[in-house]
Structure formats: structure tokens, C-alpha cells
């Protein structure tokens, strides 16, 4: 097999932005001279700001280029005429467009968040089906158990009183010893495999399709255990029982049924019920079984699912020894049903990180795209003005100076009456031609709020005399 050989890319490379920002303030400098250079910029400046995830390499070579605009201007003077041209091109071919392409980078990533948000929730929504898949399995185990069990320990203490009974053959009570020992072990086997199928429901599993204590107390009285019952109430409408407390209050009188015939063969039983106007209490007591019987042994789970059930509807379970040898269960169920959760999906889930982060990010960015070229615009803006009005400040010619100025003046006496230094750029007019003619150039006003604001002089000299002079309107 042959092996695989990676080349790294040279840093420069692996960001693009470090090549692309660059090429695109340099063509937008270049648009000062030829227009036609801002569309190559403002491409380049838009895939700078979509290829790239960094700042630092636009926000470096825009550095770079007003600095060396800066220079240039400070060397040649006469480029400062191109000082608004060069600010339009900086906000419009370089800034605009790499934020523009920024914000479609962070939409990009956005969208791709959303869709990634779009798949968790399909999968969540797989994961709360199959978990309805299993509660609904736990109730049917939940079901399976309770009924079965129930009625398999009657079988198992009816085949033991039929083993009891007087003048029976030796034959029929070996077989009724045999029913009784496979019925305690189809016990056993179906608790240990409804073991396997359940699990945490949060809410309580259905029982059986009756719900009749009398006839539940009048099943376990003829399989032979000595049970009474004793229901109170709950026959009018000012104390009707709810469904779920019916069950609840059917499930805990066949549990308590059932681990007396289990674990206290031989006891009495005594069921007492009372449907009160805001709650039923449900109580199932044994006396003390034999001494010498010895009940079917049991996984113990009979009692934590109970003390579930109540739970769920909102009552209370107690059970334990009652003092006498015997042992008690008594649960109260109120009939106000506690608050359940809502049918269907859960509520959806809050953002994850990732998103959110997303999400910032494209805010913080489409309002950077609007705030930073606005305020550079201002910035590059004000600063070309105070630089212009600094420097037009000590090129002024006084109206007193101009006012005295003569056609053929000399030079040196002209320059006793002129400012400091020149504008430091030449107006568009038409200068005298011929040899020896030379036109100097000075403002006439430095504050840029008044009509004469960008007007200037214009004086030129031929052969060291002053050969003309005028006003040049801006």
C-alpha cells in the first residue's frame, strides 16, 4: 500500500484573507487614478470578507493605505484635489464590499445552524416516540403483572386449600401439591421476565378493565382466603371517585391481596375503603399468619411500583408492621388530579451554543457593515477637512495685499505682501504661456463657511515681474 503525503499550505495561504484584503485596498487605491480599479477591488474586498474569518488583515492593509495616501499627499501637494475620490474609494471599494461579504459569511453560517438545530429536533423527535414505545411496553408488563400475578396466587392458595381438605385421595393431593408448586413458580418466572420489560414511567400505567373492589375481595374470598371488605361512600355525585383514583385504589388493594397470600398464608385480611369529598383512603390489614406456613417467596417489587402509582396521582402510601404481628397498607388518594405533563413533544429545547454564538455573531457584523463605514466615512472625511483648512490657513493672501498689487511689480517687492507658502495644489484654470511665465497660486480665504471658500488668486510673473493676476472662482 502506498502511503499518503500531506503538504502544508504556507500560512499566508491558509487564510485567504491575508491575500485577498491587500489586493483589494491596493486596487482601490489605484481607483483614484482610473476609476475602472474599484470593481476588481470591491471583488476581491468581497471575498476577502466571505473566505475569510479574520479582521486583522483588512483592518491592516486599510491601515497601510491611508498611511501611504497620508505620505503621498505630504510629498506631492498636488494630489490633495484627489483627497475625496480617495476616501469614496477606501468606504466604497474596500469597506462596503468585505462587509458585505462578512454578512453573507455569518448568514451562511447561520443558515447552516439553523439546519443543524433542524436535524436535533428530528432526532429528539425519534427519541421521544421510542421512549412512548417503552413506557407503553412498561404499562402492558405493569398490566401483565398485576393481573397474573394476582390471579396465579389464587391459584396457588386455592390448590393448597384443595390439598388441605379432608377425605381427598393421596393421588389428587399430590397433584394438588404439584398445581400449587408450578402456579407459585409461574409467580416467580413471570416476575423475574416482567422485571426485564420495566422501567420508570411518568405516568401511572393503566390497570385492569375492572375495577371492582367487591368483586376483587369476592375473587380472593373464594379461592379461600378469609377476607372481609368495608366500602364507605363515593355513591353520589358530591363524592364521585375519579377514574385514576379508582384504579389507583384497585391496584393497591391487589397488591396488598396478593403479599398476603404470598408471604402470610393462612392470615385474615381485612379490606376497608372510604370515598370522602376530597379524598380516598384506602386500608388492607392481615392478622399474623401461622407460625409453622411458609409463603412464596417474591422479588419485592409489588411494593415500590405501589408506592409509585400513589405517588403519581398525588397521594401517599404507608405499609408496615401494624404492632399485632400483622402488617397494613394504607394509602390516601386525593381526588384533585396533581398536574400532569403535556401530551405530545416536550417543549422545545433552548438554543444550543453554537447557534446562539451564530447568531451573535451575524448581529454583531450586519451592524458593524453599517456603523464602521459611516463612521470611517466621517473619520477620513473630517480629517481631509481639518488637513485642508490647516494648510490653507498659511497660504492665505490678505484682500489689503491683494488690493495693492500692480502689473509689473517686481518679485521681491510682491513677495514682501504674500503669505507664507502656496496652496498646495493648482487650481484648473488657464495659465498665460510663453517663456519665462511662472503662476503661483493662494487662497483666499481659510473658513470654509463662506461664499469665497475654495476661490483663489492666481499670480503669475514673467521675467521676475508681475505679469497678471486674478480671482479664480472654486
Known amino acids: 500500500m502506498y502511503g499518503t503525503t500531506t503538504i502544508d499550505k504556507p500560512p499566508l495561504l491558509r487564510d485567504p484573507g491575508t491575500v485577498l484584503a491587500p489586493a483589494a485596498v491596493l486596487a482601490a487605491g489605484l481607483g483614484a487614478g482610473s476609476l475602472w480599479w474599484a470593481l476588481p477591488g470591491a471583488v476581491c474586498a468581497f471575498l476577502a470578507g466571505h473566505r475569510s474569518g479574520r479582521t486583522w488583515p483588512m483592518a491592516a492593509a486599510l491601515g497601510g493605505l491611508v498611511a501611504a495616501g497620508a505620505v503621498a499627499v505630504l510629498a506631492v501637494p498636488a494630489l490633495f484635489p484627489l483627497g475625496s475620490v480617495f476616501v469614496a474609494l477606501v468606504v466604497g471599494a474596500a469597506l462596503l464590499p468585505w462587509f458585505a461579504g462578512r454578512v453573507w459569511r455569518q448568514y451562511q453560517e447561520l443558515a447552516r445552524a439553523g439546519w443543524s438545530r433542524a436535524e436535533q429536533l428530528a432526532r429528539e423527535r425519534r427519541l421521544v416516540a421510542e421512549q412512548a414505545r417503552l413506557r407503553e411496553r412498561a404499562r402492558i408488563a405493569q398490566d401483565m403483572h398485576d393481573a397474573l400475578g394476582h390471579d396465579l396466587s389464587l391459584v396457588a392458595l386455592s390448590a ?47 390497570g385492569p378493565a375492572d375495577y371492582g373492589i367487591e368483586r376483587l375481595v369476592a375473587n380472593a374470598a373464594a379461592s379461600g382466603l378469609a377476607v372481609t371488605s ?83 396521582t398525588g397521594g401517599e402510601l404507608r405499609h408496615g408492621p ?20 403535556a401530551a405530545g413533544l416536550p417543549a422545545p429545547a433552548p438554543l444550543p451554543p453554537e447557534h446562539r454564538r451564530a447568531r451573535r455573531r451575524a448581529g454583531r457584523t450586519l451592524a458593524a457593515a453599517v456603523t464602521v ?60 504661456k510663453g517663456p519665462g511665465v511662472e503662476c503661483e497660486y493662494y487662497a483666499v480665504t481659510a473658513d470654509r463657511f463662506v461664499d469665497a471658500s475654495g476661490d483663489a488668486y492666481q499670480l503669475c510673473f514673467r521675467d521676475g515681474r508681475l505679469a497678471s493676476f486674478a480671482v479664480l472662482r472654486g
Open 322 to 341: 401494624d404492632g399485632a404481628g400483622g402488617f397494613a397498607v394504607t394509602a390516601r388518594l386525593p381526588h384533585a388530579a396533581p398536574p400532569q405533563p
Open 373 to 432: 463605514p459611516v463612521l470611517a466615512l466621517a473619520v477620513l472625511s473630517g480629517g481631509l477637512t481639518v488637513w485642508g483648512s490647516l494648510t490653507v490657513t498659511d497660504s492665505v493672501l490678505a484682500p489689503g495685499a491683494y488690493a495693492s498689487l500692480r502689473v509689473g511689480q517686481n518679485r521681491s517687492d510682491v513677495a514682501a505682501l504674500l503669505p507664507k507658502r502656496q496652496l498646495p495644489y493648482r487650481p484648473r484654470a488657464a495659465e498665460p
Open 230 to 312: 368495608r366500602v364507605e361512600g363515593g355513591e353520589d355525585d358530591e363524592n364521585a371517585v375519579p377514574g385514576p383514583v379508582e384504579r389507583a385504589a384497585h391496584r393497591v388493594v391487589q397488591e396488598a391481596l396478593t403479599n398476603v397470600v404470598k408471604h402470610a398464608p393462612g392470615a385474615a385480611a381485612e379490606v376497608r375503603v372510604t370515598h370522602g369529598s376530597g379524598e380516598t383512603v384506602v386500608s388492607v390489614r392481615n392478622t399474623a399468619p401461622p407460625t409453622a406456613a411458609a409463603g412464596l417467596t417474591g422479588g419485592g417489587r409489588g411494593l415500590i411500583g405501589l408506592d409509585e402509582r400513589v405517588r403519581l
Open 160 to 206: 393448597g386449600a384443595l390439598k388441605l381438605a379432608p377425605g381427598l385421595a393421596e393421588a389428587h393431593r399430590t397433584a394438588a401439591e404439584d398445581v400449587r408448586a408450578r402456579a407459585a413458580a409461574a409467580v416467580e418466572r413471570l416476575g423475574e421476565v416482567i422485571g426485564i420489560l420495566r422501567e420508570d414511567t411518568d405516568r401511572a400505567p393503566t
